[in-house]
């Protein structure tokens, strides 16, 4: 019940309960007259009895003193009862928030204080609970976050070991005159070099993450031609490739005045990233191989990179796009990469207003699917 309406019925009891009974002891004083009078004791007999009752100062002093003390009696008793059954519908409630108050000083976020009424402490305690709840969700992303934050940093850091131990190596062997031909001083400088870049790539995710974390992206959507785009991405790609001994196919079977919004920074990212992903897990039994597809669907642009490498684990597929989730649960140097270039892909794929999703089998390979939104002139009449 309300706190209002509980004082609202105490209060009405307090004023009308002892009007009642006061009027119920007069009632039965007069039932009492009536009674003797029914006794013959004689109307005249009667009022003589009360008027010496009355004229009798001590025995009418008597008579209202015993009224006010019965009155006050009333009064009381009724006051202990409201005063009591306001305190029991309040002071439990009160001595579970407290409780419930002390237990979140202490860092206890468990216990739950929701009740099903509908009075003022029953609100109190449901807002509570809202408190808490939300208490206990902000503490359980900040456990998570300060995870991923740690995650985040050996990885980059077991990651950053090995291009740095290569660059140690072969900077010595050149100081100690290992490198004594043009040839093996041109193939030590290009190590290093590559080995740097390995390097850059990592700082780059890193600086990036940091970016995606709180929604700081810098886009710059355009509209892009998506034959033009491909073309000279293809063309940059090939060559690394060819370098690296994969080749690349490339089919675009999309209408050549097709536009797309896109920031061509960003979109070359999630290229990127998914082709060295490729890279990362090619398998050495096989000739590599890469193919980039483009279709049309509709309202949007479906792009298709698919590889023949080492396949991704049916039960390892839902979580492809999870922060810091590799398959190769060793982290062997061969692989590399901080375990998020995939999580970041998807992120702007979605801030692009697409979808992005994965098919594989073990041992044959990976397609990678997304999707960008056409652009369409709007038209006014």
């Known amino acids: 019940m309300k706190l209002k309406n509980r004082l609202l019925i105490s209060f009405f009891i307090i004023t009308i309960v002892p009007v009642v009974l006061f009027n119920a ?77 002390n237990n979140v000083k202490e860092g206890n976020l468990e216990f739950s204080v ?20 939300r208490l206990k969700n902000n503490a359980k992303d900040r456990l998570e976050d300060e995870a991923e934050q740690r995650a985040l940093i050996s990885n980059i850091a ?16 050149m100081l100690d005159g290992v490198a004594d031909t043009p040839e093996k001083r041109e193939k030590y400088i290009r190590t290093i ?12 995710e890193l600086t990036l993450y940091s970016n995606i974390d709180t929604n700081k992206i810098p886009y710059n959507f355009q509209k892009l031609n998506i034959h033009s785009y491909f073309e000279d991405c293809i063309e940059e790609l090939g060559m690394d490739l060819e370098n690296q001994h994969i080749r690349l196919d490339y089919a675009n079977y999309v209408d050549p005045d097709v536009l797309i919004i896109a920031d061509p920074e960003q979109l070359g990212r999630i290229i990127h990233n998914i082709v060295s992903n490729s890279v990362k897990y090619m398998r050495a039994d096989v000739a590599s191989r890469i193919a980039i597809t483009i279709k049309d669907v509709g309202d949007f642009v479906q792009i298709e ?36 270039g995939l999580s970041i892909v998807k992120k702007i794929v979605e801030d692009h207003g697409g979808k992005i999703w994965v098919t594989s089998k073990e041992n044959e390979g990976t397609t990678m699917y997304f999707v960008i939104r056409k652009y369409q002139e709007v038209m006014y009449e």
């Open 114 to 133: 929701a009740t099903g009424g509908t009075d003022e402490m029953s609100e109190v305690c449901n807002a509570f609970e809202d408190m808490r709840v």
């Open 193 to 204: 070099y590559n080995k740097a870049n390995e390097m850059n790539t990592l700082i780059n």
């Open 305 to 340: 990179i698919a590889d023949n490498g080492k396949g991704i684990a049916t039960k390892d597929l839902p979580y492809v796009f999870d922060r810091f989730y590799r398959a190769d649960a060793s982290r062997n140097s061969a692989a590399g990469g901080s375990g998020i």
């Open 25 to 101: 002891l007069m009632l039965g004083l007069k039932e009492v007259i009536r009674k003797a009078s029914e006794e013959q004791l004689g109307r005249n007999i009667v009022m003589q009895a009360l008027k010496h009752y009355m004229d009798d100062g001590g025995l009418f002093d008597e008579l209202v003193f015993n009224f006010c003390v019965a009155e006050f009696v009333i009064l009381l008793l009724t006051a202990i009862v409201m005063v009591v059954w306001i305190y029991k519908g309040i002071a439990p409630q009160i001595k579970v928030l407290k409780i419930a108050a």
């Open 158 to 173: 077991h990651d950053l070991k090995t291009p740095i131990t290569a660059i140690k190596g072969y900077a010595e062997g």
